[in-house]
């Protein structure tokens, strides 16, 4: 028991050593961010008169309200919301629906379907984007549109559904599985067709990995820059992550303003991380390690 | 009992009503659809564009190349050799160095040390920003007039080359590729842990065994599947790698990756099937870490 | 090849518009207006770069002169260059805007082959005397015999300096006659603690100028044109040698040379931290939106004269201008725009607004060119034999991805020059045909 109580102390100041060093680490990773926020909120002008090291003489928020006044991002986070929530809750649904059918329901191809929706999310598709683009032309033009998917929020919207919904079939499959197949069955017996049975049997059983899928998938499509950039021609409908690169060229030597527009774009991912931490931990656990 | 096995009989045998059939196809068919259109298609059709010649405008000029882009790629494109040593070191760093780190942090997390919460935030908070904003925000810290520079008293003139300065630079953009990986993977490996027996650990913790014993010789053999998973991920990304180079040296391949070479040749002023080439050659290097994954993830299933 | 091979005869005579263009003021433009039927309706148009460039702020206000003349609102919007120029192919497919700035050569030749620019030959017959026959060759495209882009402005690439540095370093660059004056220039510049030869090639393309220039002072013009249409090797002992005088520069240029791009070397002469800087001089607004007296300091000279045989006969000049998409919602009003830009009017507007570019039109005053402009027209009025610039004399498949990257290894490693011009002259033989 002493010999307990000693290896316990000795433990304990080891950890104490580690946390130490992790936290030295800590501050060293948080390093870059407290910068870009230190840069974001002096003004300019002390910078170009004292430079960059200098004893802050202000500090203020001025950088922030010029940064909505001037680089327009209002009208971009709107566009972000307009591509953001039809494609998390369209990637929600439709994921369902896959992992509805092959979790309770016994087909053949259930398997092959799982496997590709999952595989599916795996590949790298950057190169993807010409055969897209070209698609997205012809349905047009078989619409007499040619900007129903190019240039469009739609367009935006299907490619990331096609691209996330393997993701969300996946975790939402496995966490059918732990749904007790009592629950289907007596309601199949009650005579529910398939589409109650999925509406109003699965579908509430189902919410704690949707919000915490629906958390991922916010994050990650908020985050995306790179097919907007391709497949939006005009800069004024680009999210606000693609704007980024525009505003990024624009003011690249008005460092501090630059700093405040990054923060304000950078806010609502850090927010929604803090205040949901345990969905993001959740859906990234059914998502990977299948727990 | 039996009368369970008698309803499951019931339900399997009972034919489903047309409407349900219906609902049920159209459950399947949309997303399949989608999924198919979308992602299956565009990439089906890079696979087969690779094989031919064409400037990416007029479908009618497309012709037939065969193998001819493949052995430009392999026998004449040096930047090609360049890309794939960096996408080596990108998976070997990761491999090695970052995910092990995410590793050591979850563990230590998991025994929940003094402040574990703060540092977990602390380590993820780089995996929900962008990468835009990434590359604005280490931009302020490495460019001329940033911190580093600063903190170096080298002002815009002498500024220390980094980007270019091929001795450093690849160090740099590992770094900051860690920043985020390692958060990421922490994360992953802390929710395995999670689900990790912990009594097995207090027994082992009694016998007098040390921290790093009980972790190497228990928890780690352990978190076998976890483990493999983690490996997989740890190298479709670093073969998917794209974004965070893009975003330094746009198309300008100083610092080639595999998917750089193929948004350059498939983009901008000289589009050309090459591109489509490299893409599949990511692709193929990319198909046994997937099945990997497929076999592990759904073993159960496939038993 | 015949698209690229655009022989002595139409580029030689290019700089001519420049010289002759003094004094012929109000009589080109007057046919513009006449005949031609009332174009209405919105036109969208893309500036390339940011709404803060000088050059945004420029094109602004000449679309506003066009919005008063007509009445046609214009609705321009800013594209990241890069962005603009990546996606191009994809963007004229798919919803462009009517009409962009963009650049003369195999850019607007090969995509006109494509359908993807509307023809504007009518408007450039508008403009009527207004363009030189040079001019309108410049901006005709070889295969039909057609004009897709309206010629507006071009410039020099030369060895640019502030007559401040060099006055305070006691040197002189108008006296650079030979190779070794450059080196002993360079010399001295480094010796007194700046930056002897500046050079960003982060973006791949800008080390092309010095290529070029090194290739057409050593070779010959006819052999820079056939080495990029694939009439001479890339192994060449006459390539070689161009690489090998790059590489006598190396030692005077920044450190960082992989590190920076074209505004790198721009901030570099501008902060006063280099000697010579071999560039285009499109930049020069850049100068002057931050000063009169930085605009005033900047000079141009011609790149010395390294093979007598050739002299100082060839320069890169590129020629810019506006296009029109052809999938555009109003092409007419597009080409309307765009001749509009390259009339007198429109060119009034814009230097107006402080545009200190050339412009090729001879309805512009010459004689009311600043110091710089003046000498600009001097420097084009050395050569007999004008280029566009590597990137838009040959293949675009071949320029960025092959041409590019080349450069960029030499610079990172000389001694692999032998390497670099065999793979370079392979991935020449491997392209597919045109």
């Known amino acids: 028991m002493v010999q307990n109580k000693d290896y316990k102390n000795k433990q304990k100041v080891k950890d104490n050593f580690i946390s130490a060093i992790i936290g030295f680490f800590a501050f060293v990773w948080i390093f870059p961010i407290l910068w870009t926020l230190w840069t974001s909120l002096r003004p300019y002008n002390d910078i170009i008169s004292y430079g960059v090291f200098s004893w802050p003489r202000h500090l203020n928020l001025d950088n922030y309200f010029q940064a909505f006044r001037v680089m327009g991002l ?20 439709l994921g369902s629906l896959i992992a509805f059918v092959v979790s309770r329901y016994s087909f053949r191809f259930n398997l092959t379907l799982l496997l590709f929706f999952t595989a599916g999310n795996m590949l790298p598709t950057i190169a993807t984007y010409i055969p897209v683009f070209w698609l997205y032309i012809k349905i047009g033009d078989l619409f007499g549109n040619r900007s129903l ?35 289907s069955e007596s309601a199949i017996l009650d005579g529910c067709s398939v589409f109650r049975h999925y509406w109003d049997v699965m579908l509430p059983l189902l919410r704690p990995p949707l919000a915490a899928l629906g958390v991922l998938m916010s994050c990650w499509i908020y985050n995306d820059f790179f097919w907007a950039l391709i497949l939006m021609s005009e800069d004024s409908k680009r999210p606000v992550t693609s704007a980024l690169r525009q505003l990024q060229g624009q003011y690249v030597t008005d460092f501090n303003l630059l700093a405040a527009g990054a923060s ?9 991380f803090l205040v949901l931490r345990k969905q993001f931990v959740s859906g990234l656990t059914l998502g ?4 | 009992m039996k009368t369970a096995a008698v309803n499951k009989n019931v339900r399997s045998r009972r034919s489903l009503s047309r409407n349900d059939r219906f609902t049920l196809s159209a459950f399947v068919g949309i997303p399949t659809l989608l999924q198919v259109v979308f992602l299956w298609g565009p990439t089906l059709i890079t696979v087969a564009l690779s094989f031919t010649y064409w400037n990416g405008i007029n479908v009618g000029d497309i012709k037939w190349a065969g193998l001819a882009n493949y052995k430009n790629i392999f026998f004449g494109s040096p930047v090609f050799y360049d890309a794939l040593k960096n996408n080596v070191v990108w998976l070997l760093w990761f491999t090695f160095i970052a995910t092990p780190l995410g590793i050591l942090l979850a563990y230590q997390f998991d025994r929940k040390i003094k402040g574990h919460q703060i540092y977990e935030t602390i380590f993820y908070m780089p995996v929900v920003l962008s990468l835009a904003i990434i590359g604005i925000i280490w931009n302020f810290m490495l460019q001329p007039g940033g911190f580093l520079q600063g903190v170096m008293g080298r002002d815009i003139g002498n ?89 330094i040296y746009g198309t300008s391949t100083a610092w080639p990756l595999l998917n750089i070479l193929a948004f350059q040749n498939f983009a901008g002023q000289g589009i050309s099937m090459k591109g489509a080439a490299y893409s599949v050659i990511a692709l193929v290097l990319c198909v046994v870490p997937i099945l990997v994954y497929l076999r592990i993830v759904f073993k159960e299933d496939l038993e | 090849m015949s698209d690229v091979n655009n022989g002595i005869s139409r580029r030689s005579v290019l700089k001519g518009a420049a010289i002759g263009g003094a004094g012929l003021v109000a009589g080109g433009s007057l046919l513009a207006g006449c005949g031609k039927k009332q174009v209405t309706g919105d036109v969208h148009f893309t500036i390339r770069g940011n709404l803060s460039d000088a050059g945004a702020k420029i094109a602004i206000a000449a679309n506003d002169a066009y919005t008063k003349k007509t009445g046609n609102k214009v609705i321009s919007q800013a594209v990241n260059s890069d962005d603009f120029q990546n996606n191009f192919v994809q963007i004229l497919q798919g919803t462009p805007d009517d009409a962009f700035g963009w650049m003369a050569g195999w850019r607007t030749n090969a995509r006109a082959d494509a359908g993807l620019l509307a023809d504007v030959s009518d408007q450039v017959k508008a403009l009527g005397s207004s363009l030189s026959a040079a001019a309108i060759q410049g901006a005709t495209n070889p295969s039909d015999g057609k004009q897709y882009i309206i010629p507006t402005t071009y410039y020099p690439w030369g060895l640019h300096y502030r007559k401040s540095t060099m006055q305070e370093l006691g040197l002189n660059p108008e006296s650079i006659a030979t190779w070794d004056d450059l080196i002993k220039l360079c010399e001295a510049t480094q010796k007194k603690g700046l930056v002897g030869y500046a050079l960003g090639d982060k973006g791949g393309w800008e080390a092309m100028g010095t290529f070029d220039i090194l290739n057409m002072r050593l070779n010959g013009y006819q052999f820079h044109i056939d080495l990029l249409n694939g009439k001479e090797k890339w192994t060449d002992a006459k390539v070689v040698d161009v690489f090998t005088h790059m590489g006598q520069l190396i030692p005077y240029m920044n450190k960082n040379v992989l590190d920076i791009s074209w505004d790198g070397m721009r901030d570099l002469l501008l902060q006063k931290k280099c000697g010579a800087m071999m560039m285009g001089s499109w930049f020069a607004n850049d100068f002057k939106a931050k000063s009169q007296a930085d605009y005033d300091d900047l000079w141009i000279v011609p790149f010395p004269e390294i093979n007598p045989e050739h002299g100082i006969d060839s320069i890169d000049a590129p020629l810019d201008g506006i296009s029109v998409a052809a999938n555009g919602k109003n092409v007419e009003g597009g080409a309307d725009l765009a001749g509009f830009l390259g009339s007198k009017e429109g060119i009034d507007a814009a230097v107006a607004a402080g545009d200190t570019n050339i412009y090729i039109s001879s309805d512009f005053d010459t ?27 040959t293949r675009g498949d071949f320029a960025g991805p092959v041409v590019g990257p080349a450069i960029q290894s030499f610079l990172k490693n000389p001694k692999d020059l032998t390497k670099i011009l065999e793979s370079t002259q392979a991935q020449w033989d491997a392209l597919p045909a045109l």
């Open chain 1, 264 to 272: 304000i774009v950078a806010a609502p991912t850090i927010i929604l």
């Open chain 1, 288 to 291: 990977s390690t299948k727990g």
């Open chain 3, 367 to 393: 004689s009311t060119y600043d110091a710089f402009n003046k000498q600009k027209l001097e420097v084009l009025g050395a050569a007999k034999n004008i280029g566009f610039f590597l990137d838009r004399d």
């Open chain 1, 74 to 93: 209002s009208k971009y986070f709107l566009n972000t919301l307009y591509v953001m929530v039809p494609s998390v809750i369209l990637i929600l649904f």
């Open chain 1, 149 to 183: 998917l190019y240039n469009n929020y739609f367009g935006i919207i299907l490619i990331h559904v096609a691209f996330q919904v393997g993701f969300a079939t996946f975790v939402l499959s496995s966490y059918m599985k732990t749904v007790p197949k009592e629950i």
């Open chain 2, 159 to 247: 500024a220390l080359s980094i980007w270019g300065n091929y001795d450093i630079n690849s160090y740099v953009i590992m770094a900051i590729a860690s920043w985020r990986h390692i958060g990421y993977i922490m994360l992953l490996y802390l929710a395995g842990l999670k689900a990790f027996d912990s009594s097995l650990r207090e027994a082992s913790a009694i016998d007098g065994a040390t921290e790093w014993q009980t972790f190497r010789k228990i928890i780690f053999p352990t978190m076998r599947p976890v483990n493999v998973i983690i490996l997989v991920i740890t190298i479709i990304d670093s073969l998917r790698a794209f974004d965070l180079v893009y975003i």
